[in-house]
């Protein structure tokens, strides 16, 4: 997968970003490597609340609209501005999953932002290890660091994380319900650790669209955000309301330990 970076000419200090998206390149890859994954659509999770339960999550009930989930992985990043801006114009709500070192530690601010404008704050691991690979130890030092410095800088402990890659296993899950998070996969990739080109991103969100669907993108790529406007004006065409995550699944709340696709 790393090969799929696009080589462009940079500057030399764009050089060393350069060395730092090399860490995420392989975030949208097929979720393979798990023996048995059971996943929980959002449907069923609605499902499972109780009958006539109020959808908490602002005024926006799921079982009834078209929902539709946007997420971004591997931020906050120099193009997460921007982005929140357009979230913002667009009266958007977004999940944002983070990464720790060399993200949230350099952009403190921007954490901060997101949850202050209503955006989901929530955890993408702190230095991007495949948690399938390593030891109960270091997965529970990966999803804990982030986990703490989100709740200092925003009041708040996350309660949903992505896993690198969508790797996970019996282990990860059993770690994630100690530290009280559920997983969260995707059912929409535009891949754009392959392409800058926005239109075709664009293109590969809409052909792949549905209700109850979970958008993966990510903000650090130069080609995604500039996406964003024509993904969101194309799908509220087409009748979908965006929501953050807990909102996909409202009235029903999040399992910690429980993984969550379309």
């Excluded at 940079?10 to 730092?20: E, F, G, S, T, V």
Aim: charged share 25%.
């Amino acid at each position: 997968m790393p090969t799929q970076i696009r080589k462009t000419k940079r500057p030399a200090a764009r050089l060393r970003a350069a060395a730092a998206i090399s860490a995420v390149v392989a975030l949208a890859l097929p979720l393979t490597g798990c023996t048995t994954l059971h996943t929980t659509a959002p449907s069923a999770a609605r499902a499972q609340a109780a009958a006539g339960a109020q959808a908490k999550f602002g005024t926006v009930d799921c079982r009834k609209a078209k929902c539709i989930a946007l997420t971004f992985d591997a931020g906050p990043s120099e193009h997460s501005a921007r982005l929140l801006d357009i979230l913002k114009e667009k009266q958007v709500p977004a999940t944002f999953f983070l990464l720790g070192k060399r993200h949230i530690e350099k952009y403190p601010e921007l954490v901060k932002r997101m949850a202050a404008e209503g955006h989901e704050v929530a955890s993408h691991t702190w230095d991007h290890k495949i948690l399938t690979r390593i030891t109960p130890e270091q997965i529970r030092e990966e999803l804990k660091k982030p986990n703490d410095a989100i709740e200092k800088l925003t009041g708040h402990k996350p309660t949903l994380m992505r896993p690198p890659q969508g790797r996970t296993n019996d282990t990860v899950h059993k770690i994630s319900r100690e530290l009280g998070l559920a997983e969260v996969l995707w059912s929409v990739t535009a891949k754009d650790y392959q392409t800058s080109d926005p239109k075709l991103i664009q293109k590969r969100v809409l052909e792949q669209s549905s209700r109850d669907g979970i958008i993966l993108l990510h903000d650090l790529y130069p080609g995604t955000v500039p996406a964003v406007p024509g993904i969101i004006d194309a799908l509220k065409k087409r009748g979908y309301v965006f929501v953050t995550v807990p909102q996909l699944l409202a009235p029903a709340k999040a399992k910690p330990g429980t993984v969550y696709r379309l």
